[in-house]
């Protein structure tokens, strides 16, 4: 029985991203997370209770800093490696956040005649 509580918590962990922002579900808790609230994205190394419980083991996770002065890090991905996943994830999480919060910032509108998008300007 306890070995099936520890690989549900391992395995209930999980973070999703889409267009509107974060989403985060622990066993315990789920938490939505939306793009204009985050001001920064990345990654933390610290050293602590590895993945497969070895103290002291350095791991790596995401990191997402909002608006409230809030630091949440996320439970998924998580790796003792910074790797070329690792850096993957982080980067489609700053994509889709610099693709939500580009779109926020635009007047919306006909674009004037100084627009460098405007071919006739």
């Known amino acids: 029985m306890p070995l099936a509580v520890i690989l549900y918590y391992c395995m209930a962990r999980r973070t999703y991203v889409s267009a509107e922002g974060i989403r985060v579900r622990t066993p315990l808790r789920r938490r939505r997370i939306a793009?204009?609230?985050v001001t920064g994205l990345g990654v933390d190394r610290s050293e602590g209770m590895s993945l497969y419980g070895r103290t002291g083991t350095p791991h790596h996770r995401i990191r997402v800093d909002l608006a409230s002065g809030e630091r949440i890090f996320?439970?998924?991905p998580v790796k003792e490696?910074?790797?070329s996943a690792m850096e993957a994830a982080k980067g489609e999480m700053i994509r889709?956040?610099?693709a939500a919060t580009a779109s926020a910032q635009q007047p919306a509108g006909p674009a004037g005649p100084a627009d460098p998008?405007?071919?006739a300007g």
Do not use: C, I, T, V
């Open 96 to 98: 889709r956040w610099k």
């Open 74 to 76: 996320l439970p998924a």
């Open 35 to 37: 793009w204009r609230d």
């Open 117 to 119: 998008a405007d071919p």
């Open 81 to 83: 490696e910074f790797d």
